[in-house]
């Protein structure tokens, strides 16, 4: 089936992966909506990636009242319409032993890592239930199931994530809507200099998984 058309909204998207998952749904002919929490990062991200088929709505995914904004606007702006949402945002905010960890850190890790993707997915179930074709892809980390000290926090928040999603499989099911999970391995980045995979090569895979 066509990409072309499309709408789609990538969360975390001013930078790294995010920005490049937005580049490749452009480059094959989708609307693409920038959210994230720094509006300058998003504008620049759209001058980037062409203005005339991005939209520009900042947001804190960790925050409910902030994504049923989010949604207000994005549906007003794309007539009602959304077909495809990448649930990126993600992160390492603190790294502690659980010893040495504190509650906040934790609360701020596992909000950023799954909190985030259950509002996102939560707030625009009912959007994407309308289209056609709609995609729920969440970009998870091979550190759901592999452990280092100091990422509990993150690991335990990647493994809810994926819980998260695949029970919306589930739920989704008869909807017809596709959910994938994208491990997209250690990605270079300006946050992560040494990875080894390029982004646009992963965004290249997670374009390949919509049908």
Do not use: C
């Amino acid at each position: 089936m066509a990409k072309d058309n499309r709408v789609a909204l990538v969360t975390g998207s001013g930078t790294g992966l995010g920005k490049a998952i937005a580049t490749s749904f452009v480059n094959e002919g989708m609307t693409v909506v920038l959210t994230g929490r720094r509006e300058d990062v998003l504008q620049k991200a759209s001058e980037d990636i062409g203005q005339d088929q991005t939209i520009v709505l900042p947001g804190d995914m960790t925050s409910e009242a902030s994504v049923q904004k989010l949604r207000d606007k994005l549906l007003a702006q794309t007539g009602g319409r959304l077909d495809i949402l990448v649930n990126n945002v993600g992160g390492v905010p603190a790294r502690e032993s659980i010893e040495d960890m504190t509650v906040d850190q934790w609360y701020q890790v596992i909000d950023k890592n799954t909190t985030s993707q259950f509002l996102v997915t939560k707030y625009f179930l009912p959007a994407l239930r309308r289209s056609n074709h709609a995609v729920i892809i969440t970009v998870t980390s091979v550190l759901a199931h592999f452990y280092m000290k100091g990422f509990g926090a993150y690991s335990a928040g990647k493994a809810a994530a994926e819980a998260l999603i695949q029970t919306v499989a589930e739920e989704e099911k008869a909807n017809g809507i596709q959910v994938e999970l994208l491990d997209p391995g250690s990605v270079a980045t300006d946050a992560n200099p040494s990875g080894k995979n390029d982004s646009m090569d992963v965004a290249a895979r997670l374009v390949n998984m919509v049908k």
